[in-house]
């Protein structure tokens, strides 16, 4: 703060620029913020900002101009922050540049191509364009010294805070200075208490320490009882098993005999089974024997039979040629014949000389079929 205000151009009353980017319309007594132009920057912000406060209408309707457009005027103030008045011309001289170099020339391009160059309706138009431009110039102040004005608040809240944290802290401190009073008063309370409790558990530990000795040696004696009634237990279960042995070892001895004995009858039974067995055997063998004795007997048979015929074709054939011989000698004849059927001489002789055959190998080797009828097998058994 402290700074000295810098004066502005005194524009003509007919309106002209009061500072580099500020046209100002009007008598040009008044410029915006009330005349503030020779006051000191914190007085001038001061004043500002109660202007700021009092809303968007101040005494002249916007933003607290003295005045209408048309009669007061705009300036540029810097506030607190000295850089304030730089950004503010910065701003103007942008938009005073875009409003003479685009605005005004297409005023007067459209109004010369109208036919209207010179009269009133351009300057009209020319007076509404230049109220606009006041208004954008206002707006954009506004806002440019409004966003400060919040940081200002934002900073002194800021240092308000610092110094409330300051304070905060003090009051804290001596809080703490109280606190560690507090404490060492009620730390040196708890280790005169901690002393007493510590010699009323020392006295109960001795009290526990002497009931612990007799529960011990109250303990001991149970113990030995203990193991004096479990050495007895050990020596009646030692007599026990001592009895339970010798009546395990003599079941043994009788589960020995009893299994030798069912050995015994099961090699009893086995050799029952294998005589058995023989027998049967020596049966179905007789069996067999005397199934080929009786081969044997029918094949001799058969043998007698087939000699006996072999024996008697001849002698029928004879006896035919006799009774031929006889029919056509004499006319007649007698017949003698001992066979009852006809039969064929080679066949039936060719027939018993192999059955004749069979026989006496069968009789001399013994090893055909029906040889054991004519062997020594039977005579053997």
């Known amino acids: 703060m402290g700074q000295s205000a810098q004066p502005w151009n005194n524009p003509s009353a007919g309106g002209g620029w009061a500072s580099p980017g500020v046209y100002v319309t009007g008598d040009g007594g008044s410029a915006y913020g009330q005349g503030l132009l020779s006051q000191d920057p914190s007085a001038a912000y001061a004043q500002q900002q109660a202007i700021n406060r009092q809303g968007a209408s101040g005494p002249s309707g916007q933003f607290g101009m003295a005045g209408s ?15 304030m008045k730089a950004q503010g011309d910065a701003m103007l001289n942008q938009l005073t540049t875009n409003f003479q170099r685009n605005v005004l020339p297409s005023i007067d391009s459209s109004a010369a191509a109208s036919g209207n160059y010179g009269s009133s309706r351009q300057g009209v138009v020319q007076a509404n364009a230049m109220d606009q431009f006041n208004q954008n110039a206002s707006n954009s102040l506004a806002n440019l010294y409004g966003s400060n004005y919040g940081q200002e608040l934002s900073y002194n809240l800021g240092l308000g805070n610092l110094s409330n944290q300051a304070q905060a802290n003090k009051n804290n401190f001596e809080l703490g200075m109280g606190g560690l009073a507090n404490q060492y008063t009620i730390g040196m309370g708890n280790i005169n208490n901690q002393a007493q409790a510590n ?9 526990n ?21 479990q050495a007895q237990a050990n020596k009646n279960n030692l007599e026990l098993g001592r009895g339970s042995l010798a009546n395990q070892a003599q079941a043994n001895a009788n589960n020995y005999d009893v299994q030798m004995n069912n050995n015994g009858l099961g090699f009893a039974q086995l050799d029952r089974q294998i005589n058995q067995d023989n027998f049967n055997n020596q049966l ?9 004795w009786n081969q044997g007997q029918t094949n001799a048979q058969n043998a007698i039979n087939a000699g006996q ?26 017949t003698n014949s001992s066979s009852s059927a006809p039969g064929s001489v080679t066949a039936g002789a060719l027939g018993g000389y192999q059955l004749y055959n069979a026989w006496n190998n ?19 058994r």
Not at 284 to 292: D, K, Q
């Open 284 to 292: 179905a063998g007789a069996n067999f024997g005397m199934n080929l």
């Open 309 to 334: 015929t072999i024996q008697n074709t001849p002698a029928g054939y004879y006896g035919q040629f006799s009774n031929y011989a006889n029919m056509h000698g004499q006319g007649g004849g007698t």
């Open 362 to 380: 069968s009789r001399n080797n013994g090893n055909s079929p029906g040889g054991a009828l004519w062997g020594n097998d039977l005579s053997s």
């Open 199 to 207: 010699a009323i558990n020392w006295g109960l530990g001795k009290g």
């Open 209 to 229: 320490l002497a009931n612990q000795a007799q529960a011990n040696e109250n303990n001991l004696e149970l113990g030995r009882g203990n193991l004096s009634n």
């Open 69 to 83: 457009t048309a009669q007061g005027g705009m300036q540029s103030m810097s506030g607190a922050n000295p850089y």
